[in-house]
């Protein structure tokens, strides 16, 4: 773990820590906005699953308030024209995800990360463990850490951990505590943590 926590501390003396400082002040902003701009950021994260997250980025651009009123046909038509690799049952996924908009936002208010996240879970078809905590992460709860392939390989090569062949919910939360330990010893949250990870793996400090 020492040679990650050294990596990590050079990260965070660099240029690095005033982008990775942006972007958690965006998603911050993005929390305090409407149900509408907050789900139209549930919809970002449902597009991301075993998708590309810079084109999720552009097709969340092109599409905007789309996500709020087209038709699963006319959303999964979008879709498909601007590239995505799963259009039917992510507009399918979005569209049914509306039915809970007005009760997301009570449910934000009304209960702490990890109970939102197992609420998200269960309730929004296309959401597991990843997206639901890269959607709270993105709307600025920082104490929930997003596990995709990126940051199991970085684990993996750093020797923390061994690749899983899946995630299950205990392995995700095995490993959510392990980043946690991390986060702790540098001094970040867990969102900045992922921001750090991710420009290691990437070079970018995306959302």
């Not at 050079?10 to 240029?15: A, V």
């Not at 929390?31 to 699953?49: M, Q």
């Not at 890269?134 to 600025?140: E, K, T, V, Y």
């Not at 205990?170 to 946690?180: A, C, D, S, V």
Request: charged letters at 30%; glycine letters at 4%.
């Amino acid at each position: 773990m020492s040679s990650l926590i050294n990596d990590l501390k050079h990260l965070i003396d660099s240029e690095v820590k005033n982008k990775v400082n942006t972007r958690i002040n965006e998603f911050t902003k993005i929390g305090r906005s409407n149900v509408d701009t907050i789900f139209k950021e549930l919809c970002f994260c449902i597009l991301t699953a075993n998708f590309n997250a810079r084109r999720s980025i552009k097709i969340q651009r092109e599409i905007d308030n789309g996500f709020l009123f087209l038709s699963e046909e006319e959303l999964a038509d979008k879709l498909k024209k601007l590239g995505h690799r799963y259009p039917k049952s992510r507009a399918k996924y979005i569209v049914n995800a509306r039915e809970y908009k007005n009760l997301l936002e009570k449910v934000l208010k009304s209960h702490n990360e990890k109970e939102i996240r197992e609420w998200l879970v269960e309730n929004i078809k296309g959401v597991g463990y990843k997206e639901a905590s890269h959607f709270l992460r993105n709307i600025g709860f920082k104490n929930l850490a997003i596990i995709d392939f990126h940051i199991v390989d970085l684990l993996s090569r750093y020797n923390l951990i061994v690749k899983p062949k899946s995630l299950s919910k205990r392995k995700y939360l095995e490993i959510e505590g392990l980043l946690r330990k991390i986060a702790g010893k540098v001094g970040v949250s867990l969102a900045e943590l992922d921001l750090y990870l991710w420009y290691m793996e990437t070079g970018k400090v995306l959302k």
